[in-house]
Nanobody, 123 residues
Framework: QVQLVESGGGLVQAGGSLRLSCAASGRTFSNYVIGWFRQAPGKERVFVAAISQSGGSTRYSASVEGRFTISRDNAKNTVYLQMISLKPEDTAVYYC????????????????WGQGTQVTVSS
């Protein structure tokens, strides 16, 4: 079982950047695809990005492609989400979760969710 802890959120102006971290406990971290999702108030949790077990393959939602970059360091049991050119519509709680496949994009196919980290982008 992997336990995940997100960090790195905060308040930033539009056009700014943040780097989120998803730190994992457990020796099987490198066995899992890791995905980032976000959830705005009153809305569903939606897919943002995912990275394969080795880090060699990634996927992004259309709304963040070209602005966000997902990466992982298996030696540190950590996945990162570098976010640039942030927009007010990026405001949400960001969560990371584990999955068996890079091609899942539904939250129901991910597990071991962390507690989330708040990202607020002001206009």
């Amino acid at each position: 079982q992997v336990q995940l802890v997100e960090s790195g959120g905060g308040l930033v102006q539009a056009g700014g950047s943040l780097r989120l971290s998803c730190a994992a406990s457990g020796r099987t971290f490198s066995n899992y695809v890791i995905g980032w999702f976000r959830q705005a108030p009153g809305k569903e949790r939606v897919f943002v990005a995912a990275i394969s077990q080795s880090g060699g393959s990634t996927r992004y939602s259309a709304s963040v492609e070209g602005r966000f970059t997902i990466s992982r360091d298996n030696a540190k049991n950590t996945v990162y989400l570098q976010m640039i050119s942030l927009k007010p519509e990026d405001t949400a709680v960001y969560y990371c979760g584990t999955s068996a496949s890079l091609y899942f994009a539904a939250a129901q196919n991910f597990g071991s969710w962390g507690q989330g980290t708040q990202v607020t982008v002001s206009s």
